[in-house]
């Protein structure tokens, strides 16, 4: 390759890549751009920053310039891409342009924020620069809203709980991890918070947010008015697909790739939280593993099909730990569920007697991979 592969982002997605292509290639010519510093860190890590009273610079775990001179990259921190020209192969940021012969956008996804008065009150934590610009406010805060009971709203209650701060969830929902799993399931996590001391308010709608001299003054949508210091938004997040659009290649919930990640331009892959494969947008890690290895190959000359195994996902609730697999959000499922002293187990089947789906908790975690075996998908 003359100009080589050019990754847009530079997240968990785009380091995977870069390692698994150098696993095959040590000389094709690589290079990142992206918004942020490209320094390394662990995004899962943001949902325990709180209880572990960790400062925004300490989750970094790899300066850029050591990643790039690892793995032979050539990088464009603080970079803006403004434009991709599909047709001449180039990439244009600022005054700045690359040739490119693949090219992988990476670009991530960005928090979703209610329409309502007062959002721009609302504090996310989806990055490292995101958590920086807010750790102080959260520190300081007694009082913290969450706005979403979902998994990132769920695991952040906890931690702010353990942080000794007073903590309520808000969520439209009639329970916690309302799409991922049935009430009978999840009861018993709810259960644990509010014991803990989380206030858990299910279908309600935020409906307004202001600022007074205490703090901020959070309006409900069935009457009620908290006073909080801080309210964070975790109501899921939008794959970023601007740039995709303004390049003209298809997008609907995410940037549409095929079975190659390869979107409906031949030269132009996506991965990671901006991809939607088959329909659906999976911004979990073993997802992003699994098409980083695939795309490695593809950039290199391969025509690889992705095919995802049933795979596990961690609700990181380190007081009554979950993990989960299958199509746990199906409605038609019949649930088996043994719960006691050492945790639960709910297994999901479908009306054939197939085992579709499970969760289990505690110290029953360590059947999930036998379980996973059983899994038909």
Known sequence: MKHGIVIIGSGFAARQLVKNIRKHDAQVPVRIIAADSIDEYNKPDLSHVISQNQQADALTRQRAG??????????????????????????????QQWKYDKLVLATGSSP???????????????????????????????????????????ELAMDFCRAGKQVIVVDNA???????MPVE????????LNKMGVELLFNQQLASLTQTPQ???????HGRTVDVDAVVAAIGLRSSVGLAQRAGLAVNRGIEVNQQLQTSDANIY?????????????????????????LAKNLLGAADALKLP?????????????????????T?????????????IAKGYDNTQQLRAFIVSEDHMKLAFGLLRELHI
């Open 215 to 221: 703090g901020i003054n959070a309006a409900l949508s």
């Open 185 to 192: 399931v999840s009861s018993r996590l709810q259960s644990h």
């Open 66 to 95: 050591a990643f790039a001179e690892q793995f032979n990259v050539t990088i464009n921190p603080h970079s803006w891409v403004t434009d991709i020209d599909p047709r001449e192969r180039l990439v244009t940021c600022g005054d």
């Open 174 to 180: 009639p329970s916690l991890l309302a799409s991922l």
């Open 112 to 154: 979703l924020l209610p329409p309502i008065p007062g959002k721009e009150l609302m504090l996310t934590l989806h990055s490292q620069q995101e958590y920086r610009a807010c750790e102080s406010v959260l520190r300081d805060a007694a009082r913290v809203m969450i706005l979403g009971g979902g998994l990132i709203g769920t």
């Open 332 to 344: 038609d499922l019949n649930w088996q569920i043994t719960a006691g002293q050492e945790g639960l």
């Open 270 to 294: 996506a991965l990671g939280d901006c991809a939607e494969i088959g329909g659906k947008v999976l911004p979990f890690l073993q997802p992003i593993q699994f098409s980083a290895m695939l």
């Open 310 to 330: 049933a795979m596990l996902v961690k609700v990181k609730t380190p007081e009554l730990p979950l993990h989960l697999a299958g199509e746990t959000q199906r």
